[in-house]
């Protein structure tokens, strides 16, 4: 038997994919490619909550527009588990800029420019196991 590793992602559907019902259809993919809900909670975050979670984007030009479009409405977090899901809902949720996202990701195909200053692209998705530890940490605090 080799070890076993599992591995946990920090997920969000942001504000524009709350407000436009695509909570279910992310889920739906999350599951279908084979990975658990660990933990799910809706809430409005607020700027300071953002400020940790975007912490490496604070000196960025978009870094205010990103934070006013986070903290706008609901978003919903969700902690997935499986082998590799860190790598795998990246690849699930696609290029950043959702006009660019191959058709087929959750971005290529529920994303688009709709003329923002924040690029509105549905979902959040860890970029490492330790980012992922971090952002768990912002999220759900009592996980
Ligand atoms: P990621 O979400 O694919 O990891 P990051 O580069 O970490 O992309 O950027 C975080 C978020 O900031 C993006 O998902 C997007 O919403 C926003 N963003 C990134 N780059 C830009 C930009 O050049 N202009 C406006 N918003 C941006
Ligand atoms: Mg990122």
Request: with cysteine; glycine share 12%.
């Amino acid at each position: 038997m080799g070890h076993v590793t599992t591995e946990r992602s920090l997920v969000l559907v942001k504000p524009d994919g709350f407000a436009r019902g695509l909570t279910g259809e992310v889920i739906r993919r999350i599951e279908r490619k084979g990975y658990r809900l660990v933990a799910l909670r809706i809430l409005t975050p607020t700027r300071e909550m953002l400020g940790r979670h975007y912490a490496e984007h604070a000196e960025k030009p978009f870094f205010g527009e990103l934070v006013d479009f986070m903290s706008s409405g609901p978003v919903t977090a969700i902690v997935i588990e499986g082998n590799q899901c860190v790598p795998g809902f990246r690849s699930l949720a696609g290029a950043t800029d959702p006009t660019k996202a191959a058709p087929g990701t959750i971005r290529g195909d529920l994303g688009r420019d709709w003329g923002k200053g924040s690029t509105e692209n549905v979902v959040h998705g860890s970029d490492s196991p330790e980012s992922a530890a971090r952002e768990m940490a912002i999220w759900f605090p009592d996980l």
